[in-house]
């Protein structure tokens, strides 16, 4: 089974059904809820949602409409914590590269499962420290 880890930014776009989501990251998630591929969602990803909805940036449903996939594909999207290794990959991702911190979550935990990451963000992308889907 093929497998990514996902940036908020691209799941908060399949969840709502975007048209900013590329076409091939579209095929991954829709791959992901028909249970042919696994993507894996840093914890940090539900703490950013949460602040992106205390900023009215986003919908208060937008958790809702996670969470409900989270239960309905538990195989498929699958939560992944900090751990110690994480910590230690972060420290070797420059941090004038990657200046933001989740960003930098999110890369260490794509480094540390050697798994491609889907994201559009374009610092992440001219880093050029992971596979990138996009």
């Known amino acids: 089974m093929n497998e990514f880890v996902t940036d908020t930014h691209a799941l908060l776009w399949h969840i709502l059904q975007s048209e900013r989501l590329s076409k091939k990251a579209a095929l991954i998630f829709n791959q992901a809820d028909n249970n042919d591929v696994r993507i894996y969602i840093p914890n940090i990803v539900l703490v950013e949602i949460v602040y992106l ?7 208060n449903k937008s958790l809702e409409k996670l969470i409900n996939l989270l239960d309905r594909n538990p195989n498929n999207y699958q939560m992944t914590q900090i751990t110690v290794s994480t910590i230690r990959t972060m420290q070797s991702l420059q941090r004038q590269l990657i200046p933001d911190m ?11 499962l050697g798994l491609p990451l889907i994201t559009k963000d374009s610092k992440i992308i001219k880093a050029n420290v992971i596979e990138i889907i996009w």
């Open 53 to 59: 909805m205390e900023k009215a940036k986003i919908s």
């Open 102 to 112: 989740p960003d930098r979550i999110i890369i260490a935990t794509a480094v540390e």
